[in-house]
């Protein structure tokens, strides 16, 4: 039988590589966070997928390869801190099995395991909502040139009657309806009248004309229906405030605009995933769901078209979509290809390819091209509780999203001003795998926030201990070696586990026993002394790992982007250095009172502030 050859995959961009994110960064535009980045890799370590008649040499399950590995470890966790998996039976309850005995589902335990092995085993980070594309309103921005391509994006130079150069709304306007029982959102656009800038679909009219009009002043985001179809629409207080605008009946002439589903479900995500922090939260989608009856013709919405995109909003200056989606600052060799090569993690815990991606895979060999999954080579059981465990009183905190759109933040960033920056218009990358920090839970930053953004939970105390195992077939060295080295850090290092990680919830700690299974001895006979005779034997799991880190460094300081020459060891490597500090407890403990603070996040994202690198924190 034949085994997979470990090769490593480099980025082809013309040889060149992008940029690295600043490390020097003045005091006065260092931004603080709970959370970093450990920075994304363009070495990828793996394995081409032959074709189909050969995938037994990358996975065969169906026996033993006398070549490989395969055994099961005996693991130990230890919660550092109080942790909080959440179970759906009740509502902030933790996990429990049938019995109601608390423990940890083994399908978080491959999760932790999963990213992990992404990381420190140079896999790719492909676990990304590719397609989907960030919206912004940055009217107020202190980066100038962001504001200025808003600008232009919904408003252009134009005249008034009077001849004073002024700037003219360029959205369009019309009608959001689903069509017929599809669930296929189109827009009908509203019928061009003249008005005091022209020909348009709307006009912005006078609060106290509105009054006069329907015998009442319009609510703050409220819309009235006029006699002839057309309809009035309030925006949100502002100070001198005297206007508001009026959208024209529907043209039943014109050509319904298609509005394609994935700009829908980016409206859907930018409004249900907004941050508290967001105080208009305007969602047209669930206002016309509910309210079909109101708007047979559609619910009044502005918009624009371009490049196949629609993006749609409460009034003529919305939340407009970035020009490039998630997935485009995602390097080519994260993305492209997939069907043709995979890395440890993905041959070690299995995949199911998306297909989803913005950019063309480059690989077109029609042998792979039907490869859509593989079963993983690695089971992990629940972990039950065999020491402490017990439930604290339920609280209420605030289980906060991402926050994408701080691109000052998750993007690379080329230099530390608050002008020009990188954003999701340009060709920086993504700034890699996100972590939070190990800190002290401080239940004061939960008492000014309002309730209804508020999430129950059942922690358990810390201290307390699981068991669980992984059971593992047909392994090379090099995987075992890194899935030990993943699940048993190196001293004073932990992980993270389960909900409320940006809290300070859920520090642990893994250790593990490991037994290796010999297939031919296992059933050369039945019984061995007076129990079953399994074939298992103790191996030594430090070589395993010695090994593993040496085959990383040995790799990974020749990259021409890491710059790693002089690294003396695994831990030396860059982007292992900014690993280490994320899984420092003790590092991070002492960073909670003045670098990773809660009440300066919405000022400092304000500012555009920029979080630095792990090490420069």
Request: glycine share 6%; hydrophobic share 30%; aromatic share 10%.
């Amino acid at each position: 039988m034949s085994t997979p050859k470990l090769k490593v995959t480099r980025i082809h961009v013309n040889d060149t590589y992008p940029e690295k994110h600043v490390e020097r960064i003045r005091p006065e535009r260092t931004g603080t966070a709970k959370y970093n980045f450990v920075p994304l890799n363009y070495d990828v370590l793996g394995y081409d997928l032959p074709s189909n008649k050969e995938m037994n040499i990358i996975q065969d399950q169906s026996r033993y390869n006398p070549e490989l590995l395969s055994g099961t470890l005996d693991c130990h966790l230890t919660t550092l801190s109080e942790i909080y998996v959440g179970s759906d039976n009740k509502e902030g309850s933790f996990f429990r099995n049938v019995d109601g005995q608390v423990m940890i589902p083994g399908s978080s335990i491959r999760g932790l395991i999963r990213e992990m092995l992404k990381v420190m085993a140079y896999g790719r980070l492909n676990q990304v909502d590719e397609k989907r594309r960030l919206y912004t309103r940055p009217m107020a921005d202190k980066d100038k040139f962001l504001r200025q391509w808003y600008n232009d994006k919904l408003s252009e130079e134009g005249k008034s009657k009077k001849g004073k150069v002024i700037r003219l709304y360029k959205a369009s306007a019309g009608y959001l309806y689903k069509k017929g029982n599809k669930d296929e959102y189109m827009i009908i656009p509203a019928q061009y009248r003249e008005g005091q800038d022209g020909k348009k679909q709307y006009q912005h009219v006078k609060q106290s004309d509105i009054r006069l009009d329907i015998g009442r002043k319009l609510k703050e985001f409220e819309k009235a229906q006029r006699s002839d179809g057309s309809w009035y629409v309030a925006s949100g207080s502002a100070p001198n405030k005297k206007r508001d605008w009026l959208i024209y009946p529907p043209d039943k002439g014109a050509e319904a605009i298609k509005v394609e589903d994935q700009d829908i479900e980016n409206y859907r995500k930018d409004t249900e995933q907004a941050n508290a922090s967001r105080k208009i939260k305007i969602d047209l989608l669930k206002e016309y769901e509910l309210n079909r009856q109101r708007y047979p013709q559609g619910i009044p919405v502005f918009y624009t078209k371009d490049n196949k995109h629609v993006t749609f909003g409460h009034t003529g200056l919305f939340r407009v979509g970035y020009d490039k989606t998630i997935g485009y600052h995602l390097v080519s060799i994260h993305t492209d290809g997939q069907n043709a090569f995979i890395d440890l993690a993905e041959r070690m815990m299995g995949f199911v390819f998306s297909n989803g991606n913005d950019t063309k895979m480059k690989h077109d060999d029609e042998k792979n091209s039907h490869i859509s999954a593989l079963a993983g080579l690695i089971r992990v059981e629940d972990a039950f509780l065999i020491k402490g465990g017990k439930t604290l009183p339920k609280r209420k905190v605030v289980l906060g999203g991402p926050k994408h759109t701080a691109f000052q933040n998750y993007l690379v960033q080329s230099q530390d001003g608050n002008q020009n920056m990188d954003t999701y218009n340009d060709n920086t990358p993504l700034r890699g795998t996100k972590f939070w920090w190990h800190r002290p839970i401080d239940m004061n930053t939960f008492s000014e926030q309002s309730d209804n953004v508020k999430t129950t939970i059942e922690p358990i105390e810390k201290e307390s201990e699981f068991r669980f195992r992984v059971h593992f077939q047909n392994l090379t060295p090099y995987e075992l070696g890194a899935l030990l080295t993943v699940l048993e850090l190196e001293k004073g290092l932990a992980h993270k586990i389960g909900m409320a990680k940006s809290l300070g919830y859920g520090s642990c700690s893994i250790k593990s026993q490991l037994t290796l299974c010999d297939p031919k001895k296992r059933y050369e006979k039945l019984f061995q002394d007076s129990s079953w005779h399994t074939g298992l034997a103790e191996e030594d799991k430090e070589k395993l790992k010695a090994d593993f880190k040496a085959m990383v460094h040995r790799v990974m300081k020749k990259s021409p982007y890491e710059n790693d020459r002089n690294a003396a060891g695994y831990w030396d490597l860059y982007r292992m250095r900014q690993l280490k500090k994320m899984l420092d407890v003790n590092y991070g403990n002492s960073l909670s009172s003045k670098a990773i603070r809660d009440q300066d996040f919405a000022k400092e994202s304000r500012d555009r502030k920029i979080l630095p690198i792990p090490e420069k924190v």
